[in-house]
């Protein structure tokens, strides 16, 4: 019994509630309407309104619902032979009003007369389209007119057929504009021989329908009163309306004889011959008796004809007076008795509405307090949980805290061992000044990743085997980064100063070549797994000789001289690194020398990859090699400083908030 009464609470509050949580929901639903362009509608429409699609009914009516707040922004309608033309949102009522119109350029059709008869042979034509070359219907009536672009034969058409102006009453378009049936005017004879049997007809008739009328009218006073519900007085109107037209009709009538009488007299009196004839003057005499015998006889029908009228009136009015009160005292009953159910309804309704509140009341609070009581228990479970995860985490930390201690001294230890590195990095490179004292006009743009720096710069001054100095330029980017960087270009330092300060090679191809040997074999490559080496950009500048030798192993050089960039692109082959794939290409690398007449001013760029491959910007994309080449040109005639400023301001503003993602080495100079 419990579980059952559960139930029926439980359906009740559905009952309640679920009409407001369907009126909570953030849409509106949207009436729309598909009409042609007088206001009709028009079914079966195809819609899209912001990619819902939906059709409207045969009445051309559709619903479809919208955020709240939100307008349409995008409507397609489509209809065989109809197209959108506007459409528009109303957004206090919520209403879509879609206007079509026809998408034609052949208008069919077919002529038909009066008696739904079809004619050939008519000539049909549209003001301003075809009037000089009118379409011919064929046996059938058919015919058809070629319409220019964007023409609505049903707005702006006016049709002619063998000349004449076809009236809008006589014009039905059918299958959307696309057929019509034109009905044929008179011609002026028809109209004419059609008034003349109508004036004929009127003035036999009349006499005749007078006649009846009263008659009919003075049988209806005879007849018993008609029925409460008989309107008399709109037929008092009428017969009124109708006896003073047909007065005015009998009065003009005997107006013509009277004038015609009086035309005959003149000319009697003018001709005195014509006068003294006898059968002419009682003609006249006999025509002015029976005038005046009409008029007496007129005058007594229509004076008898009042008399039964005002009789009659005053009848139905006394019995209408009865029926009056009748009809008040019923609206007053019945008012009191619509008063009564409404208040009862009104008392029921209330009732109904507490019954349903207090029920919904109690349902919301069983549900509520079976909700605390879950919420309790799981609230005690979780403090539990809660208790035990605090001792589990409470040792954790100790054990953390113990570690944290061991992990910080290790750091302290291989913090200093990396700014050692630093310390000794930086006393093997060679100085901005060194460089400045061999070039005068260079820059040097270096910016390492971490503390150290797995690219390095080397510069030196020698003579070559016939004693001419030589100064020997070269930007290094060795594998990885930070302290397996560093390691590597100690290793490419320390080769370069026994290639070329001691062994005096200058031949920046030979000094790649002596320098792939040293590492692979510094680093045991042969037989080991190692696979480090080093990408290389090397200059060997001749100011005697006005000239410069390049080669390089991945790096390219850029020069810009005589107003144009240039590049030299390096060898595929990196220095160093195990021996893979074609043996005989990586044990024997050969690398291409490149000469550089410098007679003309030159100024020339060697750099690792790491500022083309930094991300940023605000697609954070790489800066790339065409962007960087371009800056080279665009700075190329500033002063040397405000090269390197301009670099390092670009490369901060590009990277932004990014990290750094590799050791930066720009080398820039003037030969």
């Given at each position: ?162 000349g004449l102006v076809v009236e809008a009453k ?335 090679i200058t031949s920046p191809d030979l000094i ?160």
């Amino acid at each position: 019994m419990n579980r059952s009464r559960n139930w029926w609470l439980v359906f009740f509050c559905l009952f309640c509630i679920l009409p407001l949580h369907v009126a909570a929901q953030d849409e509106v639903a949207v009436k729309g309407y598909t009409l042609d362009e007088k206001g009709k509608p028009i079914g079966n429409v195809k819609i899209s309104i912001d990619k819902m699609r939906i059709t409207s009914t045969t009445n051309g009516v559709f619903k479809v619902y919208l955020k709240k707040g939100t307008v349409p922004a995008n409507v397609i309608a489509n209809k065989e032979g109809l197209s959108l033309k506007t459409w528009q949102y109303d957004e206090a009522n919520h209403t879509l009003n879609i206007t079509m119109h026809a998408k034609q350029s052949t208008l069919r059709g077919e002529v038909r007369n009066r008696f739904n008869e079809h004619i050939s042979n008519a000539y049909v034509a549209i003001k301003g389209v075809n009037e000089s070359s009118p379409a011919k219907s064929n046996t059938e009536g058919k015919f058809s007119i070629n319409l220019p672009d964007n023409f609505n034969p049903e707005l702006q058409a006016t049709f002619l057929i063998d000349g004449l102006v076809v009236e809008a009453k006589d014009v039905t378009f059918k299958d959307n504009n696309q057929y019509v049936i034109l009905v044929k005017p008179k011609t002026p004879k028809e109209i004419a021989q059609q008034t003349e049997e109508e004036n004929q007809n009127l003035v036999s008739s009349t006499t005749v329908k007078m006649k009846a009328k009263v008659e009919n009218n003075n049988a209806n006073v005879q007849e018993k009163p008609q029925p409460t519900e008989w309107n008399y007085q709109e037929d008092f109107k009428k017969i009124t309306a109708e006896l003073e037209e047909q007065s005015k009709m009998v009065a003009e009538s005997n107006e013509k004889l009277r004038k015609d009488l009086l035309n005959i007299t003149d000319k009697l009196k003018i001709d005195e011959n014509k006068a003294r004839s006898a059968g002419i003057k009682e003609e006249v005499n006999s025509l002015e008796q029976k005038l005046a015998e009409n008029n007496r006889v007129y005058q007594e029908s229509q004076q008898k004809t009042y008399e039964v009228i005002e009789k009659l009136k005053q009848e139905l009015l006394e019995r209408d007076s009865v029926t009056l009160a009748t009809k008040e005292a019923l609206q007053t009953v019945t008012k009191e008795k619509e008063e009564a159910e409404q208040r009862f309804q009104r008392n029921i309704l209330i009732a109904s509405a507490l019954i349903i509140f207090l029920l919904a009341l109690a349902v919301i609070f069983y549900f509520i307090s079976r909700r605390i009581q879950k919420q309790n228990r799981q609230i005690f479970q979780q403090a539990q949980e809660l208790t035990n995860a605090y001792q589990e985490i409470k040792v954790k930390n100790e054990t953390l805290e113990v570690q944290k201690v061991i992990i910080e001294k290790k750091n302290a230890n291989i913090t200093a061992s990396i700014n050692y590195a630093q310390r000794i990095q930086k006393a093997m490179l060679p100085s901005q000044k060194d460089i400045q004292n061999l070039l005068p006009e260079s820059f040097l743009f270096f910016k390492p990743r971490d503390v150290v720096s797995g690219d390095f710069y080397w510069i030196a001054e020698v003579a070559d085997e016939f004693g001419n100095k030589k100064i020997v330029l070269a930007a290094i980017d060795c594998t990885g980064h930070g302290v397996p960087g560093a390691f590597m270009s100690m290793v490419g330092d320390g080769l370069l100063n026994q290639i070329v300060k001691l062994q005096q090679i200058t031949s920046p191809d030979l000094i790649l070549k002596a320098l792939d040997k040293g590492v692979k074999e510094s680093l045991n490559q042969e037989e080991t797994a190692n696979n480090d080496g080093m990408d290389i950009a090397i200059c060997t500048i001749d100011k005697n000789g006005r000239k410069m030798e390049f080669a390089g192993a991945k790096n390219p050089l850029i020069y810009i001289q005589n107003g144009q960039i240039v590049e030299i692109a390096g060898d595929k082959l990196h220095v160093g690194g195990s021996v893979r794939k074609n043996i005989e290409k990586f044990k024997n690398k050969q690398f291409t020398k490149h000469t550089i007449d410098l007679s003309l001013p030159t100024t020339c760029y060697i750099f690792s990859d790491g500022y083309e491959d930094q991300f940023g910007g605000t697609e954070n994309k790489k800066f790339g090699k065409r962007q960087l080449y371009q800056k080279f040109f665009e700075y190329h005639q500033l002063p040397m400083e405000e090269q390197k400023l301009a670099l390092e301001h670009n490369f901060k503003a590009w990277m932004g908030k990014h990290a750094q993602i590799d050791d930066i080495l720009v080398i820039g100079f003037q030969a």
